[in-house]
């Protein structure tokens, strides 16, 4: 059988949702995957985690993927300091020191721990890149700390909590990029899973919004997406 070509468009890389229809690509019966990657120009951290976590679904399911690189420079310089097509890294390899953009690799968080480990270690970057970051150390933790634990905690698969971070720019203002994914079943289906009468996906989603629709209702955790 010979493989199939999924060729990314070049505006794929920084869309900061990281969605690309062509990595939903129905592959049942397909043992050789080659992911062209050669048209990317620009890569946003999410679409960096999606493509991550998308290579390493197609491995456990069996599949031999090649990855070819961005043929833009920059861009396959963030390709490379990602690591994207090598696999996911644990805490331990999660910062890079030896690229100006990319600072967390794509690393898996499985337990809470991680993420406070993570949140300490993107503390020294963040401080060295913005001068208030130190000010308000406590939020730019705890802002962190919830999204991956989020992740962890919701997202119901075996792939885990993945993160990655890069600097920017952005209307002449420094920026810090962080991308978290998993392979959770989605707010939709996590709404429904209470509310099973919010059954039209936007419905679902605009409803999350509300008061005590999402969220533990715990006094001691969140409200939910409200």
């Given at each position: 059988m010979q493989p199939v070509e999924l060729r990314l468009p070049p505006g794929a890389g920084t869309r900061d949702h990281g969605y690309a229809a062509e990595l939903d690509a129905d592959l049942d019966g397909v043992s050789q995957v080659i992911l062209d990657a050669g048209?990317?120009?620009?890569?946003?951290?999410?679409?960096?985690?999606?493509?991550?976590?998308?290579?390493?679904?197609?491995?456990?399911?069996?599949?031999?993927?090649?990855?070819?690189?961005?043929?833009?420079?920059?861009?396959?310089?963030?390709?490379?300091?990602?690591?994207?097509?090598?696999?996911?890294?644990?805490?331990?390899?999660?910062?890079?020191?030896?690229?100006?953009?990319?600072?967390?690799?794509?690393?898996?968080?499985?337990?809470?721990?991680?993420?406070?480990?993570?949140?300490?270690?993107?503390l020294q970057p963040l401080i060295d890149h913005f001068d208030d970051a130190a000010v308000v150390r406590d939020a730019v933790l705890m802002a962190i700390s919830e999204l991956c634990q989020n992740a962890v905690e919701h997202g119901a698969s075996d792939a885990g909590c993945v993160v990655a971070a890069s600097r920017g720019e952005a209307d002449w203002l420094s920026q810090i990029m962080l991308g978290v994914g998993d392979y959770g079943v989605g707010i939709p289906e996590h709404i429904r899973r209470s509310h099973p009468e919010f059954v039209v996906d936007e419905h679902a989603i605009g409803q999350a919004l509300q008061e005590g629709v999402s969220g533990t209702r715990r006094a001691d955790r969140g409200y939910g997406f409200s």
């Open positions: 048209e990317l120009v620009g890569l946003h951290p999410l679409f960096a985690v999606r493509l991550a976590l998308w290579v390493e679904c197609q491995r456990q399911a069996g599949r031999s993927v090649e990855v070819k690189e961005p043929q833009d420079e920059a861009t396959r310089r963030c390709f490379r300091a990602f690591r994207l097509g090598i696999g996911i890294g644990g805490i331990a390899q999660a910062l890079v020191e030896d690229d100006p953009d990319v600072i967390v690799r794509p690393t898996r968080l499985s337990e809470l721990t991680e993420v406070d480990g993570l949140a300490d270690r993107l």
